[in-house]
């Protein structure tokens, strides 16, 4: 059975940083993209970041770019998202998912999701 747990969320002023992390079990880890995506209350899933199986390619919506930072550790089956320099719309519930395709960037197209873990930021 295939499991993803997030970690790492909590409460951070603006202009902190977070290190989420989702351990996984049950599944080849190392040949899934894996992806971050968040929710805020009343709002869609958005994609956050992406990392494909070997590591090699990161993707990220812009609204995170050069502030978050995507990575992987096949040999832990854990995947990260460094976030700095937060600011107050970061406030969101963030997932983890998996996905067969590199190309993926809508929650549609990924297979399994965690719980999510809240991350809020305060001015």
């Known amino acids: 059975q295939v499991h993803l747990v997030e970690s790492g969320g909590g409460s951070v002023q603006a202009g902190g940083s977070l290190r989420l992390s989702c351990a996984t079990s049950?599944?080849?880890?190392?040949?899934?993209?894996m992806g971050w995506f968040r929710q805020a209350p009343g709002k869609e899933r958005e994609f956050v970041a992406a990392?494909?199986?070997?590591?090699?390619?990161?993707s990220y919506a812009d609204s995170v770019k050069g502030r978050f930072t995507i990575s992987r550790d096949n040999a832990k089956n854990t995947v990260y998202l460094q976030m700095n320099s937060l600011k107050l719309e970061d406030t969101a519930l963030y997932y983890c998912?998996?996905?067969?395709?590199?190309?993926?960037?809508?929650?549609?197209?990924?297979?399994?999701w965690g719980q999510g873990t809240q991350v809020f930021v305060s001015s």
């Open positions: 998912a998996n996905s067969r395709a590199w190309t993926a960037r809508t929650p549609y197209r990924y297979m399994y």
């Open positions: 049950g599944m080849a880890f190392s040949t899934y993209t």
């Open positions: 990392i494909r199986d070997s590591g090699t390619d990161t």
